[in-house]
């Protein structure tokens, strides 16, 4: 038997486990927890495809369980998540204030709509199965990036509640917010934009110049700002990736 195929399979198998442990903790109100499983998850997610570049095991069986992996972990964790977060806050709202029937009706399903994220998020891996344009970059907003975006709410919500003597559970306990972001994100995950991905053939500076600078500019923000940096981070990445669309656009 050749152990070395299956390393990069092992990898990508912790990459679910992650998530179904991710899913217990939300269960149990334990979105911080979930959310911790999703950052594992990622550097897990990453380095699956990275060791099997490099032990060069890669194939289609690689490939479709990184799919199925993925829609758990950066596609129901992150519904789930997001389910709970509503779910939280609206009931934290609807018994503080009199609130009139046909509101208190919406409030008690629109909670639901959460659960477009896992719906988008499978849909954006099976187009990325069959989309042949984006193999060296992505189209639409990755699932990762979706995941870390909605995960980072509830580690906002109880590390850094305050910032400059502002409450921040003021947007994040907001259901409308939280309905609006996951009406942004689900559309963003199949939208045609196109995103430079993170992965280098090689370390020049000039073949990876919007990598490194993604980089650094993430790392700063993070050190600076912890977890409130992080959907500032996904917001920098879309924001790079359009300029440099143009960028290459404009030198054809």
Wanted: glycine content about 6%; charged content about 10%; hydrophobic content about 55%.
């Amino acid at each position: 038997m050749n152990i070395k195929k299956h390393i990069p399979n092992a990898i990508t198998c912790g990459n679910l486990l992650c998530g179904c442990l991710a899913i217990v903790c939300a269960f149990h109100d334990n979105l911080v927890g979930s959310a911790y499983l999703v950052g594992i998850a990622l550097i897990l997610d990453y380095f699956d495809g990275f060791v099997a570049r490099l032990l060069k095991v890669g194939g289609e069986l690689g490939k479709q369980l990184d799919s199925l992996a993925d829609v758990v972990t950066f596609g129901v964790v992150p519904g789930i998540v997001m389910f709970q977060l509503m779910n939280m806050y609206q009931i934290a709202e609807n018994s503080s204030s009199e609130i009139s029937p046909s509101l208190l009706f919406f409030h008690q399903y629109s909670v639901y709509l959460a659960f477009l994220i896992p719906v988008f998020s499978a849909m954006r891996l099976a187009i990325f199965n069959i989309d042949t344009r984006q193999t060296s970059s992505f189209i639409g907003v990755p699932t990762p990036a979706n995941a870390m975006l909605i995960c980072s709410l509830p580690l906002i919500s109880s590390f850094q509640p305050n910032i400059l003597g502002f409450d921040v559970n003021h947007i994040i306990g907001n259901i409308y917010f939280l309905l609006a972001l996951t009406m942004i994100m689900s559309y963003l995950l199949v939208a045609e934009l196109p995103l430079f991905a993170l992965k280098f053939k090689n370390f020049k500076w000039a073949d990876n110049k919007i990598r490194f600078v993604f980089l650094i500019i993430s790392v700063i923000l993070l050190i600076l700002f912890q977890f409130i940096a992080i959907p500032f981070i996904i917001f920098l990445y879309i924001v790079l990736s359009i300029i440099n669309n143009k960028k290459n656009k404009n030198e054809i």
